[in-house]
């Protein structure tokens, strides 16, 4: 029963994927044939793709990221593997 289920859950997410490429393949012709014909609206939506990079990270994302990197170190060494280096690590051991 349980490897009938697995294989089900597999098929259902292959045709997941398969069916979201599909539309992002259509959504992308879309827009190409909407590019040719109207060029001006190209051009500002164009323009405003590269205004997204603008926005900055907030820092909630970095202070998470920075917890979620001290739990990874933390699970390593109670696991007993020895604790692997980062950068800001390293430069601390070499400044010293």
Same mark, same amino acid.
């Given at each position: 029963?349980?490897?009938? =289920?697995?294989?089900? @859950?597999?098929i259902l997410q292959i045709s997941l994927l398969a069916l979201l490429l599909i539309i992002i393949f259509y959504g =992308? =012709? #879309? @827009? @190409?044939n909407w590019a040719k014909g109207a060029p #001006?609206?190209?051009f500002i939506l164009l323009g405003i793709f590269p205004l997204l990079s603008l926005?900055? @990270?907030p820092p909630s994302e970095f202070k998470n990221l920075d917890k979620t990197k001290y739990q990874q170190? #933390?699970?390593?060494?109670d696991s007993g593997d020895p604790p692997e280096l980062d950068d800001q690590d390293e430069n601390k051991i070499n400044n010293e």
């Open positions: 029963m349980g490897k009938d =289920l697995e294989i089900w @859950i597999s =992308l =012709l #879309k @827009i @190409i #001006k609206g190209a926005f900055p @990270i170190r #933390k699970r390593k060494e």
